[in-house]
């Protein structure tokens, strides 16, 4: 509190002080400073930090920071001049000098909405310091409710960190101020997307677009949204809307193309692939996409064609295209291409795909040729192919008739369980679960790594690396095989787990957990982006699927928890907390843990943790 000691000063001053306050009250900012400056007449430097505010309402910038300057060094202690010396040098767009001025006002205890915003903004926006600029956002909306506009600040802080919980909070005390917030709306919307509940989304979503209905993204993901819930015409309709204002939207237009795929439209699908590669808009994997489609329409030098490109461009050596090339080979006749195709794609079916060895066995069946294609039929069928699709799929006609196609179809149809198609897969896991009643074995943790900073448990290298709290795997090299990075300790009768995210390149190869690694020899859970899981045990140098390859529904983005349960010779496999796998291995009831990913595939990996069972 300032104190006039000089007689007879005293109400002059206040006089002086109180014309000032009226003039800045009423933006007669001119007016103000003359008062002020008679207020130091009375008490030098007294009102040095409210001219500098005046003159920044004036647009005297720097002669307003010479004014905080003179109240900083007539008062170093007084938090005022600092905060508002850092407004205006953020006003100026000089953010790095601002911060540390901020930061010293509230030390300070400045209470300045106007600085605990700008701070916030700071530390989220130059300082990249995302979570920790939350308190002061909510500082600002406690001391003026009218600010909840920063709620989405809050929410988008969360929502990029992935704690949706959190975000959907922040947007919901938006929503119960303002019901038609777009952004509010619309990353609510995104959450439920995220989630994979379409339903939810589409009530979000369907709000914001009567606020913005050309937006972009809006309408991409109400496409999606729409499709997913068997709603072709809305999707078709939105992906066209956004393509009308811009048609050079790849991503809509292959999601278009994808969706004429699935409604058996590949004529108008492959017209929109074969642009989409002229402009080389899409990557190299277009070109399979294509050859389903010119398959399909009986277009089989077209395919073949098409595949050559695929293998031509690809840096990989997958067996997808030989796949194709195979059925399309066969389909003209060249039964000798068809075959050289299909022993190529088992060559290069290093990850056992049941997918390729069904195609290979309808190749065989197309030449004629049934003892190849049964055996390759039953390899197929074994690894969790449906058998109502050789039932009903043409390219069986040939055998047919067989009393060994019949037998075979009997065989896996009535034995095996696995020959459940996807959504029975799934609920299956759901009804072992909820059976059970089982408890995921979570006891003592004996190990936990968030990957926040460079003392890390694991030894990153030129190929799993750091990045913003993540391990992230990238490998530049072609070869086809797997790496890892493990810990040096043994562990026996542990539950570990780990969130993973496809960061690009392969989608049909996996990524996940190592276990029981004794030398070059483990057990790996793996997810591919294609949406599959398997467990396998490399032995001696050779490959074996414990549980091969089989179809599950990933989340659409972020990560994929996957969690290994530990006990003597028995091991649980789980997926988002979700109970996929139950089996008994005697092969290592030890070793060491990690992670591991196919060479063709990039990925990020963040809370790794052990427990004792």
């Known amino acids: 509190m300032i104190k006039v000691t000089v007689p007879g000063q005293k109400e002059k001053f206040q006089e002086y002080l109180n014309s000032a306050s009226n003039a800045m009250a009423k933006e007669e900012y001119e007016q103000a400073i003359t008062y002020f400056k008679k207020c130091e007449e009375i008490i030098p430097n007294s009102m040095a930090c409210n001219i500098g505010i005046a003159l920044r309402e004036l647009n005297k910038n720097e002669e307003a920071l010479n004014y905080f300057d003179i109240a900083i060094k007539d008062e170093p202690n007084w938090a005022d001049p600092y905060g508002e010396k850092g407004i205006t040098l953020a006003y100026l767009g000089k953010w790095n000098d601002a911060g540390p001025l901020f930061k010293k006002s509230i030390d300070l205890n400045y209470d300045s909405p106007t600085v605990f915003w700008m701070y916030g903004k700071y530390i989220e926006e130059i300082l990249k310091k995302h979570s920790e600029a939350i308190p002061f956002y909510e500082k600002v909306i406690a001391k003026n409710p009218k600010s909840y506009k920063l709620y989405n600040n809050i929410g988008d802080i969360y929502f990029n960190q992935e704690k949706y919980e959190d975000a959907e909070k922040a947007y919901k005390n938006i929503l119960e101020y303002d019901p038609k917030d777009f952004n509010a709306l619309a990353f609510s919307g995104e959450i439920k997307f995220k989630k994979q ?44 809307h956004d393509l009308s ?34 402009d080389d ?15 399909m329409n009986k277009e089989y030098t077209s395919v073949i064609e098409s595949c050559k490109k ?13 796949k194709w090339m195979a059925l399309a080979s066969a389909r003209l006749n060249r039964f000798s291409e068809a075959e050289s195709y299909c022993k190529k794609a088992i060559e290069l079916n290093t990850q056992n795909q049941n997918e390729i060895f069904y195609f290979v066995a309808a190749a065989y069946s197309l030449m004629n040729k049934p003892a190849e294609s049964l055996q390759n039929l039953e390899t197929a069928f074994k690894g969790g192919t449906a058998t109502q699709d050789a039932e009903t799929d043409s390219e069986f006609d040939n055998i047919k008739s067989l009393q060994k196609f019949k037998d075979l179809i009997n065989k896996y149809k009535s034995t095996a369980p696995h020959q459940q198609n996807k959504k029975d897969i799934n609920e299956e896991a759901k009804q072992v679960v909820n059976e059970e009643k089982e408890p995921i ?30 391990l992230v795997f990238s490998n530049p090299s072609d070869k086809n095989s797997t790496s890892w990075i493990r810990l040096t300790k043994i562990y026996s009768d542990v539950t570990f787990s780990v969130n993973t995210k496809w960061n690009g390149k392969a989608t049909n190869l996996g990524f ?14 793996v997810i591919a982006q294609d949406g599959h899981y398997k467990l396998s045990k490399w032995f001696n140098s050779e490959w074996s699927n414990l549980f091969p390859w089989k179809e599950i529904t990933l989340k659409p983005s972020g990560f994929n928890k996957l969690m290994v349960s530990t006990s003597g010779t028995k091991i649980k496999c789980y997926l988002n907390d979700e109970l996929l796998i139950d089996i008994e291995d005697n092969s290592f009831s030890a070793g060491k843990v990690g992670l591991c990913c196919n060479s ?14």
């Open 197 to 240: 509940n379409f339903e939810e989304a589409l009530k979000y979503y369907l709000r914001a677009h009567e606020i913005k209905p050309d937006n972009l993204e809006l309408n991409f993901h109400m496409g999606i949204c729409y499709a997913y819930t068997s709603q072709f015409e809305k999707a078709e309709k939105h992906f066209k």
């Open 245 to 278: 204002i811009n048609p050079n939207l790849s991503d809509v237009s292959l999601e278009l193309a994808r969706l004429y795929t699935y409604q058996k439209r590949f004529g108008e699908a492959a017209a929109i692939y074969k642009k989409l590669i002229a």
């Open 281 to 295: 808009a899409v990557t190299h994997p277009a070109y399979l996409d294509l050859a389903l489609c010119q398959y």
């Open 310 to 322: 695929f293998i031509e461009m690809d840096t990989g050596n997958y067996p997808d295209p030989y």
């Open 441 to 470: 074995p979570l006891s003592t943790e004996l190990l936990r790594e968030d990957f926040e900073d460079e003392n890390c448990v694991f030894k990153p290298d030129e190929i799993w690396t750091l990045n913003e709290g993540k």
């Open 512 to 525: 996940g957990l190592l276990f029981g690694s004794e030398g070059n020899n483990f057990y790996s859970f």
């Open 600 to 613: 063709k595939v990039s990925a990020a990996f963040d809370d790794f943790v052990i427990y004792k069972n």
